[in-house]
């Protein structure tokens, strides 16, 4: 989470406040074109994002800013026939996108819109998001503020700004003024942030018959809600607390562990450790796992069987702590060097203050332990999918040097790591996430009605989920010599086609600028 939403989570567990520090919200658009009275994708391969298999070629028909018609127009590796194919009407455009695939919109369900502590601009966040073909977001705590987020959300949903459309989660306790002493005041608090436009809550904890009676507030007026069990209370309130009382999705992977705890009450934490020492915290929590009760126990099953009879949702963000098991590869990311603002790349550095800037002295130990925790955790995260839970697709980027938009398509890879097919992780990327929005009748998948959020691509993402990193993929060509494949080619939102290398383009200017502005030739990495 943003440092700023750090500290407000701490200040209201503690009683203290805590002000917001917004950034400037984006520009008006001046990419993207469209919407059209009609637009058909013609002769593309269909990945519809249900989990069924890929389709093609079809045409696919738009209509201002949804999708009218999926037809089938022929039969694979032959001629299309002709007369199969829908008329483009007057004024229509269309585009041949033969040999070319198209999936849905990704919703990326842990998305920080920036903060003022990294140094960032929404126009950045937008476009490196809208690039790698994510066209909706959950910001999921508004750490600037729950106004400036609900304009931001009114702005996209109106295409004033290339943005993915939004939406907003209000930090529990987020613009009051002193803690929550009784149930009514959370009541008070949820209708308040419901009047201002809020779709949902995220909490970190809290007392629990306060925390309680907001999640009963949250059912009643129809919003959804999201939790970081976070260590300061998971002792009393863990994921099986929050899922009884209603939560919507699950972050990360706090509160799970703990709710698998059989012959222990609390985590193994050592004589010196101290939660604000992020180093403490991440590499005892690299432990954590271990400590949970092994597949096929009474205590593994009992956990399990109830979240799934509840309708869970996790949204387990494996791409935030992949560096914990591997420092150097996150550091060297090939991507840092043309998209990463140097202002960013100087709070991911080492620092006791920057919230995920925790590699005080990180080593082989602490990497050793978080390989193992991810053995664990993603062995139960595809069990539960499995069995037939609900798992989405979040990226959790500005810290712990992940950045937007690529760290959401590092977690398709992770999810692919972990078990899933590549069908699997389409849809988790896709349609999970639109259902535990409760946006599944308007976004998610590629069907007649759905709103026009689609993803076109010149190569097949399922043989290879790499194909989606905006600095593509690294192929021998029949000469046999090494080129870049792949990338988005276009992202349409709400029927808007966005060019997703244009979009690159302009932040690597953006990061070019401010590299020359401050004098810097090269990000340097930590101590040189």
Known sequence: MRPALLRCALALLLGMTAAEAAIPPAPERDEGEGPYTQLILRGVTVINGTGSPAFGPADVVIENNRIAEVRIVGSADAPIDAERRPALKPGGRELDLSGHYVMPGIVDMHGHIGGDEQGVTAEYVYKLWLAHGITSVRDPGCGNGIDWCVSEQKRSESNAITAPRIFPYAFFGQGRVGPMLT???AREWVRDMKKRGALGMKCFGYRPEILEAAFDELSKQGMGSACHHAQLDVK???????????????????????????????????PGYNYMNEQHRFEQAGRLWAQAAEKGSEKYEAVMTELLELDFTIDPTF??????????????????????????????????????SFFFDWGSEQETAWRDNYV???????????????????????????LYGFGTIEELELLREAGFHPLEVLTSATLNGAEALKAGERIGSIEPG?????????????????????????????????????GVRYTIKDGIVFDAAELLAEVRAMVAADKQAKGIERLLQPGR
């Not at 990463?340 to 919230?355: I, N, Q």
Request: proline content about 5%; glycine content about 8%.
């Open 183 to 185: 149930p009514e005041h």
């Open 236 to 270: 009393r309130v863990n994921v099986l607390t929050t899922a009884r009382w209603g939560l919507t999705t699950m972050e990360h992977w706090y509160g799970l562990p703990e709710a698998l705890f059989d012959g222990q009450t609390v985590q193994d934490y050592p």
């Open 319 to 356: 791409t935030i702590y992949q560096a914990t098991r591997d420092l150097m590869r996150a550091r060297t990311a090939e991507w840092h060097q043309d998209y990463t603002l140097p202002a960013l790349w100087e709070f991911f550095r080492p620092s006791r203050t920057s919230h995920g």
């Open 376 to 402: 664990r955790w993603m062995a139960f995260i595809n069990d539960f999918k499995n069995r037939g839970g609900r798992v989405t697709v979040g990226s959790d980027s500005g810290y712990i040097y992940k």
């Open 450 to 486: 759905k709103l026009a959020d689609i993803v076109v691509l010149s190569e097949n993402p399922l043989a290879n989920l790499k194909l989606l990193y905006g600095t593509g993929h690294i192929r021998i060509d029949a000469a046999g010599e090494p080129e870049r494949v792949g």
